[in-house]
């Protein structure tokens, strides 16, 4: 009979499978602004750091092909599109907040609940 994996194994493979996938990343971008400047760029400095050899990223401006916003379902921009490794995810903002692009990537551990000590006493 097979063992269940506890969450911890789980989450032991998940890290393991993040540190050797290879990422397929669409950014779509609204124009040359300074937030679509500012995507683009925290999100090639967390790529070469956290990803380096292993990614894909193509920048879309949703100005010059605005049929993609259809088919992707694109709301607001900019909007990072995580397609591999599944699950797809989406990001919106100037990615700037390391710790939230992490964990939407599943490049980062979340963080465990911390458990309080047994009362004293």
């Given amino acids: 009979m097979k063992k269940q ?3 911890a194994e789980a989450l032991e493979r998940t890290q393991a499978e993040s540190q050797t ?6 950014l779509y971008v609204a124009g040359v602004t300074p937030r679509s ?6 999100l090639r400095a967390i790529c070469d750091e956290y990803l380096p050899g292993r990614y894909e990223l193509e920048v879309i401006d ?16 900019p ?13 919106i ?5 390391l710790e939230h692009v ?3 990537l599943d490049l980062h551990p ?7 000590p047994p009362p004293s006493g």
């Fill in 5 to 7: 994996s506890t969450a």
């Fill in 102 to 104: 992490l964990v939407g």
């Fill in 37 to 42: 400047t500012r995507a683009i760029a925290n």
């Fill in 62 to 77: 949703i100005y010059q092909q605005p049929q993609l916003v259809q088919q992707e379902e694109i709301i607001a921009a």
């Fill in 110 to 116: 979340r963080a465990e609940p911390v458990t309080p």
């Fill in 21 to 26: 996938a290879h990422y397929v990343l669409r």
């Fill in 79 to 91: 909007t990072l599109v995580k397609k591999l490794p599944l699950p797809l995810r989406r990001l």
């Fill in 93 to 97: 903002g100037d990615l700037s907040d």
